[in-house]
Every structure is written in structure tokens, then in C-alpha cells.
């Protein structure tokens, strides 16, 4: 009977599971040093090059030589980037069985790896190894490995009690130890055949639970938190495709929850739902608007908004584990979200900015529109001559092209007055305005008080200021030319809009656009205010307007 495992790599569509080697030294010391792997693995701590180095290149090895398993290192298919380790561990050959633990990178968390890489694994140990059974153990705690294994396919077998050792922050910044039990799950090769019948999500997918429920005679019920029909599972169950009659007994939603545990009204508040995988948009609205509730998730808790939001100040109303003995309502500042490690589920409040407040009572829920009527507005709604490039009927057609939205970061490169930047922020997008000019600063904050909306202004040169900044969706370029849009293109924004007063600077940009893989379109502007009284030229502009839509994701 065979007693060690191949030597051996698994792909998938998007991963490599192969033995480490000494490049992943340096990216599996950087990532076992992350917070959430400190809390719920044994790892060293701090983890340090030495002990990467003897994991990877001594210890990994010998489990597989010894017979005790397997280790692999865990990469992307496409950029080779250490995602992961997955390790099979105290392995059975008598009874064919073993034990899987992964640990996941935290910038790869979101994408489905750890789904991916565990069933990788469970495919090659049932079809090509002949074993009968992978376990999982998972910390009651960890609800994000919890819900690995549910997508899955596993099955959860019990618990043990006081089985595991966690690690805890301490108000000190350190750590304490804490006791917790374990949830023992496990995989049979049959559970892969039915795995293959679940959806994209697994089994605890709504989709999947309304298949099961359509194919069952009689009625069923479903237990969800809070109010189903507020980001729940109504709409599902009430998809035409299932055929399904429901009735909906709800509860106090988490939200309305949240704001009643705070003592603060929520008509006027903006409600996200934050995935790992898609989180920045989750924090733009965050940038973008004075009182935002956040339906955290896994991976995209109160720390990771707090790290994305960066230099943007904002208190946090977070409340953990509502409607249980274990609930907890803590503020506090965004800059201290990132010492400690909260539990989920939890609510988010966040809240700062200098935003209208609503007076009396609202009349619409969420963002009141603007009070001003229209967009592109004149100059003199931003208390000064527009600058070179900034007339009303240009800005109009940058902005048509831009299509700023909620959930967008607009970059505004030369923000000149302002207008352009604030009229982003009116359409609910967040906004970074850029100029080197400490007077235009001053303009686009002043612009941006006066028309109740919040962008942060950055000071500095383009393109060395733009290096520190987060990913934009959008950019307009008012000024720097062709070296700057350039720059931009290298960040690989949805759309690029800039301008230029000649031929030649034109086609300069066209060709920057062009070359950062853009689909370029050139536009001659051409305005002319009337003396409507007279009807006589007042002041012509000219300008050539270019937009760039990425090609390629």
C-alpha cells in the first residue's frame, strides 16, 4: 500500500497547487504575519523570514517524504502570486482519510481560492488517490472558514469542546490566548458528485436552497436573520424560475437594529452590502456620503474598511453579533478599527464628512437629490471665471463620457475651480481632487461646502502625487498632458477623459490612451456664448475633447 503522496502539481482553472520553493519565502513570511491568520492558526508569531524559510524549504518537504501528507504552496494560475498554503496532515492510509487545512492570503480573500484549492485537493485525493474521507476542522468563531466548507459541500459532524487555542488582541496591542471549540466537517468522495449539482455559491446559496425547496411536496421553511426581504432571501425564493409561493414572517432588519442600538435616525443613511471581492465600492460610498451603514462580510469587516479608507477620517458605530448574548456596540475612529479583530456578522455605521445635514423631515429615502436643479452648471455657481479647459459645455461632455455613480472613485487631475470634481460628487461618487496649485485647493474645497457634497483634496504634482492613491473607476485629466494620462492608464481605469487646446497635444494623448491598451475617441469642441440681447458673439472656446474606454479587463 502506498505510504507517501506523489510529488506532485494540481491545476484549476485559476490556481496552481505545487511544492514551495525558495521564491516563496518571502511572500509566505509577509502573509502569515496578517492579523486573522495570528488569531486562528499556531503559526509563529511574529512570523519571520527564518521560520518561512524552514516551513517552505525543510518542514514542507518532509511531511510529504514522511508520509504524514502533503504541502502546497498555492498560485495564481496567470501572475504565479503565492495566494495560499492548503496542507493535507494526519493522514490515515489504513482508513484512506486525512485532515485539510489552507491558509488564504488577505488580498486574495473574496475570489472563491480557498473554495477552489480545498476542492482541488478533495478531487485528486477520491479520484486519483482512491481515499474515502477529508476532515475539516474549523474554530467556532471563524465563521469565514465555517463558510468554506458550506459552499463545499461539507458536512458538519459535531464539535469539540475547548479543542483549540486561539489568539485574541489585547487592549495593549498584544496578544492573549483564548480556548475554543472546534467544528469537525467532512467530505466524501460522493459529496463531490453532489457538490456538482449545487450552484456557483454551494449549498448555503440561496439559489440552491430554492431549487431543493421547489423539488419538495409540501411546504417548507426558511430561517433567515432579520428582515428576508432587505438584502435576503425573498428574492430568490420569489423568482419566476422556481415557481414558488411564499409567505414572510420578518424580523427587526440588522440595520434598523443597528441604528436603534446607536440612538440615530437611518431615512437619510446610504446602505451598502460589502464583499471581499468587490469591498472598494462598499468604501467609495463611504467617501462619498456623511452617514453610510455597511453589511459586513468576511474579509470585509470594520479593519478593511478602515485600511481602505486610508487618510479619509470617519467614526465607526460597529456593532457585533446583534440580537444575541454576545452583542457589542463599540465607536470609535476609523484609524483605530485596524487594532482589533471583530467578530461576525456585524453592522457598520459610518459616519463624518461634511455632507448636507437633513433638516425636519425627509420626504425620500437615502441621498435627498440636490437641491440644485441640473448639471454643468455656469461658472458662477463656483464663485469664480472657470480656468482654461474648465468652460460649461466641455465639462458637460467630460462628465457624459466619465458616468460617475455611486460606488465610483473619480479622479480629477488639475481641479482647477472645482466644478468638475463637485459635479461628480452631486452624481454620488467618490472623488480624489488633484492640483498642484495650493489656491485651487482652497477653490475645491470651498466649491465642494458650498454644494453640501465630500471629495478629498490632494495637494501635489501629477503624475508622482498619483502613486499613493487608491484605484480610481474614472479619471478626468485637466491637466499634465500626455505624461499624466500616461500614468493614469497604467492604473487601468474604466474611462479616461482629458483635453487639449492643439493638434499636436491631442494626438499626443491619443497615443498615450491608445497605448495603455484604450479605445480612443477625439471630439473638436466648438462653443460660442451669444449677447442674447444684441445677438452678437460674446466668447468662443475650442477645444479637443478625448476619451479613452479600457479594452480589457
Not at 485600511?307 to 444575541?324: A, D, M, N, Q, S
Not at 452648471?377 to 466641455?394: K, Q, S, V
Request: net charge negative.
Amino acid at each position: 500500500m502506498t505510504s507517501t503522496f506523489p510529488d506532485i502539481s494540481i491545476s484549476t482553472d485559476r490556481l496552481v497547487l505545487r511544492p514551495f520553493e525558495a521564491g516563496d519565502v518571502s511572500p509566505l513570511a509577509e502573509m502569515m504575519n496578517d492579523e486573522l491568520i495570528t488569531a486562528w492558526t499556531s503559526a509563529p508569531h511574529p512570523y519571520t523570514t527564518a521560520d518561512a524559510r524552514d516551513w517552505a524549504l525543510r518542514r514542507a518537504p518532509s511531511e510529504r517524504i514522511s508520509g504524514r501528507g502533503i504541502v502546497f504552496a498555492v498560485t495564481e494560475f496567470l501572475t504565479q502570486r503565492l495566494v495560499g498554503t492548503l496542507h493535507l496532515r494526519n493522514t490515515d492510509w489504513r482508513t484512506l482519510t486525512t485532515e485539510v487545512s489552507y491558509v488564504t492570503a488577505p488580498w486574495a480573500r473574496g475570489e472563491g481560492y480557498a473554495c477552489e484549492a480545498v476542492l482541488a485537493a478533495a478531487q485528486w485525493l477520491f479520484r486519483d488517490q482512491k481515499f474515502e474521507r477529508l476532515e475539516l476542522r474549523t474554530a467556532a468563531d471563524n465563521s469565514a472558514a465555517q463558510q468554506v466548507a458550506q459552499k463545499i459541500g461539507c458536512v458538519s459532524e459535531g464539535v469539540l469542546r475547548n479543542a483549540w487555542i486561539a489568539r485574541s488582541r489585547t487592549e495593549d496591542a498584544g496578544w492573549t490566548e483564548i480556548r475554543t471549540d472546534l467544528i469537525v466537517w467532512s467530505l466524501l468522495p460522493e459529496d463531490l458528485d453532489e457538490y456538482r449539482d449545487a450552484p456557483t455559491g454551494g449549498y448555503d446559496h440561496p439559489d440552491y436552497a430554492a431549487r431543493r425547496i421547489a423539488q419538495h411536496r409540501g411546504s417548507a421553511v426558511v430561517l433567515a436573520d432579520g428582515d428576508p426581504g432587505f438584502f435576503g432571501v425573498v428574492r430568490t425564493l420569489r423568482g419566476p424560475e422556481h415557481g414558488l409561493e411564499v409567505e414572510v414572517v420578518p424580523a427587526v432588519s440588522s440595520v434598523a437594529a443597528a441604528f436603534a442600538r446607536a440612538g440615530m435616525p437611518w431615512d437619510d443613511a446610504q446602505i451598502v452590502v460589502a464583499h471581499s471581492r468587490d469591498l472598494r465600492r462598499a468604501v467609495n460610498v463611504c467617501r462619498a456620503h456623511p452617514k453610510v451603514a455597511v453589511l459586513t462580510s468576511p474579509g470585509a469587516g470594520p479593519a478593511e474598511l478602515a485600511l481602505l479608507l486610508g487618510p479619509v477620517h470617519r467614526t465607526f458605530v460597529i456593532c457585533e453579533e446583534l440580537g444575541t448574548d454576545r452583542e457589542e456596540v463599540t465607536v470609535l475612529t476609523s484609524d483605530r478599527a485596524v487594532d482589533h479583530v471583530w467578530r461576525d456578522p456585524n453592522v457598520v455605521i459610518v459616519i463624518g464628512g461634511s455632507g448636507a445635514p437633513v433638516r425636519g423631515g425627509g420626504w425620500i429615502a437615502g441621498r435627498d437629490p440636490s437641491a440644485v436643479r441640473g448639471w454643468a452648471l455656469p461658472a458662477d455657481a463656483y464663485a469664480g471665471r472657470p480656468g482654461e479647459g474648465e468652460t460649461t459645455e466641455l465639462r458637460a461632455a467630460q462628465l457624459a463620457r466619465l458616468g460617475p455613480r455611486v460606488g465610483d472613485l473619480v479622479w480629477d487631475i488639475g481641479s482647477g475651480s472645482g466644478a468638475a470634481a463637485v459635479e461628480a460628487a452631486r452624481f454620488g461618487a467618490a472623488v480624489i481632487a488633484v492640483d498642484h496649485d495650493p489656491e485651487a485647493c482652497h477653490r475645491t474645497t470651498a466649491a465642494a461646502r458650498h454644494h453640501g457634497v465630500q471629495l478629498q483634496v490632494v495637494q501635489g504634482a501629477a503624475p508622482q502625487v498619483l502613486e499613493d492613491l487608491p484605484e480610481p473607476d474614472v479619471v478626468r485629466v485637466g491637466g499634465g498632458g500626455a505624461p499624466v494620462v500616461a500614468a493614469c492608464a497604467d492604473r487601468r481605469p474604466e474611462r479616461i477623459v482629458a483635453h487639449a487646446a492643439t493638434r499636436d497635444d491631442a494626438e499626443a494623448i491619443g497615443r498615450a490612451l491608445a497605448e495603455g491598451g484604450y479605445t480612443v475617441e477625439c471630439t473638436l469642441l466648438q462653443a460660442v456664448e451669444l449677447d442674447t440681447a444684441a445677438w452678437t458673439e460674446r466668447e468662443r472656446a475650442v477645444a479637443f475633447l478625448l476619451s479613452g474606454r479600457r479594452t480589457h479587463p
